[in-house]
Every structure is written in structure tokens, then in C-alpha cells.
């Protein structure tokens, strides 16, 4: 039953009272972000949803526009901003509508599907989502090969309430504390190569 109609309900509610909840801490930081880069104030990209369709993910920004790599082009508030999570928070816009869940493997870019075996492809069968099982893991900290085997593993079973919901403390404590963030080295994480997957 939750795997049919309760997880999408949940995703719905869920978002919808975080939106409201959440209106003011949305608003300070999207004032912060124009105070410090100006507009847009939102990222928007393409990337993969439920079946490999694209769908616009929406992140405050963190990097600097122009030339140069994450590291280069990141500002004190965006390393803050990804440290805590508080840049993913306008997803929820995409969890209501019903482009995303509270719970499920991150969307990727959509020029990584032609990349994935056919065990990682089994990560598109579901939502994408705020929090997911590779977050729990260890967020950013966790290489390509074991996150993309953690996605295909949650997506390959029926969702579980309270499997979700220990997802979300988990990666709510994972995100207070700031860790794995970054994978080791980088400031953000490496783009995921089909000959590099670790």
C-alpha cells in the first residue's frame, strides 16, 4: 500500500508543510544568495527522473558564474550552503510536483544514463529524491561505484516506510553535521566517467 499510493502522498504532504514551514529560512537564504553572487539566484539544470525523464532540478546557487573549476568558483556562503544541505531545500518545489520523492537516489545529470550498466539503470525505476541510501552512506564522501550500487539496491525493492524514514534522520544528521559534503579532494564531487567508477 505505502509502495502504491502512501509514498507519494507522504511526498506531497510532506513538501508541502516543509514549503510552508520552511518559508522564511527560504527566503533568508535566497535574499543571501543574491546579496552575495545577484541573479539567478536559483541553479537550474537537466537531469534524469523516473525512467531516465528529464525533468529542471532547482538548487540555490553556490558557484560563481564564469570559467574555472568547483573549487575555483566556490563562494564561502555556497560551501556553507552545500556542507548543511540548505542549497538542495528548493527541491522540495520538485517533490510536490511530483518530479522527485523525500526519498530516493539523487538525480544525476541526464549525460550520465548512456553511462550506466544495466544494475546502476535500475536507479531510474524510481523518483529521484532529496535523501537516499548512498546520502545515508556517507553523502558525496561515497565513490561512484558504491553509490550507483546503493541507488540500483534501494530501487530494486519495494519502498518501505520505515526504511524511508530512517533514511531521512539519517541524512538530516549526516547534512546538521556537515560531513561528506565534498568527496575527498574536490570540493563538490567528480563527474562520474563510465571508466572511473569508484
Same mark, same amino acid.
Request: net charge positive; glycine share 12%; aromatic share 6%.
Given at each position: 500500500?505505502?509502495?502504491?499510493?502512501?509514498?507519494?502522498? #507522504?511526498?506531497?504532504?510532506?513538501?508541502?508543510?516543509?514549503?510552508? #514551514?520552511?518559508?522564511?529560512?527560504? #527566503?533568508?537564504?535566497?535574499?543571501? $544568495?543574491? $546579496?552575495?553572487?545577484?541573479?539567478?539566484?536559483?541553479?537550474?539544470?537537466?537531469?534524469?527522473?523516473?525512467?531516465?525523464?528529464?525533468?529542471?532540478?532547482?538548487?540555490?546557487?553556490?558557484?560563481?558564474?564564469?570559467?574555472?573549476?568547483?573549487? &575555483?568558483? /566556490?563562494?564561502?556562503?555556497?560551501?556553507?550552503?552545500?556542507?548543511? &544541505?540548505?542549497?538542495? #531545500? =528548493?527541491?522540495?518545489?520538485? $517533490?510536490?510536483?511530483?518530479?522527485?520523492?523525500?526519498?530516493? =537516489?539523487?538525480?544525476?545529470? /541526464?549525460?550520465?544514463? &548512456?553511462?550506466?550498466?544495466?544494475?546502476?539503470?535500475?536507479?531510474?525505476?524510481?523518483?529521484?529524491?532529496?535523501?537516499?541510501?548512498?546520502?545515508?552512506?556517507?553523502?558525496?564522501?561515497?565513490?561512484?561505484?558504491?553509490?550507483?550500487?546503493?541507488?540500483?539496491?534501494?530501487?530494486?525493492?519495494?519502498?518501505?516506510?520505515?526504511?524511508?524514514?530512517?533514511?531521512?534522520?539519517?541524512?538530516?544528521?549526516?547534512?546538521?553535521?556537515?560531513?561528506?559534503?565534498?568527496?575527498?579532494?574536490?570540493?563538490?564531487?567528480?563527474?562520474?566517467?563510465?571508466?572511473?567508477?569508484?
Amino acid at each position: 500500500m505505502y509502495a502504491r499510493f502512501g509514498k507519494r502522498a #507522504l511526498d506531497a504532504a510532506g513538501a508541502a508543510a516543509l514549503l510552508v #514551514l520552511l518559508a522564511p529560512v527560504l #527566503l533568508g537564504l535566497a535574499g543571501a $544568495v543574491f $546579496v552575495g553572487l545577484g541573479a539567478p539566484v536559483l541553479f537550474r539544470q537537466n537531469r534524469a527522473g523516473q525512467g531516465g525523464v528529464p525533468f529542471t532540478v532547482l538548487k540555490f546557487r553556490t558557484l560563481r558564474a564564469g570559467a574555472g573549476d568547483d573549487a &575555483a568558483r /566556490m563562494t564561502r556562503l555556497g560551501s556553507v550552503l552545500r556542507a548543511l &544541505a540548505l542549497d538542495e #531545500l =528548493p527541491q522540495l518545489v520538485n $517533490v510536490l510536483r511530483g518530479q522527485m520523492s523525500l526519498v530516493g =537516489p539523487r538525480p544525476l545529470p /541526464m549525460g550520465y544514463v &548512456a553511462l550506466y550498466t544495466p544494475r546502476q539503470a535500475l536507479r531510474l525505476r524510481v523518483r529521484p529524491g532529496l535523501a537516499g541510501l548512498a546520502q545515508a552512506a556517507g553523502r558525496n564522501a561515497v565513490g561512484w561505484e558504491k553509490r550507483l550500487e546503493l541507488d540500483a539496491r534501494y530501487a530494486g525493492v519495494p519502498p518501505r516506510f520505515a526504511q524511508d524514514l530512517g533514511l531521512l534522520l539519517r541524512c538530516a544528521a549526516l547534512a546538521v553535521t556537515g560531513r561528506g559534503a565534498a568527496a575527498p579532494g574536490h570540493a563538490t564531487m567528480p563527474a562520474f566517467r563510465a571508466d572511473n567508477r569508484s
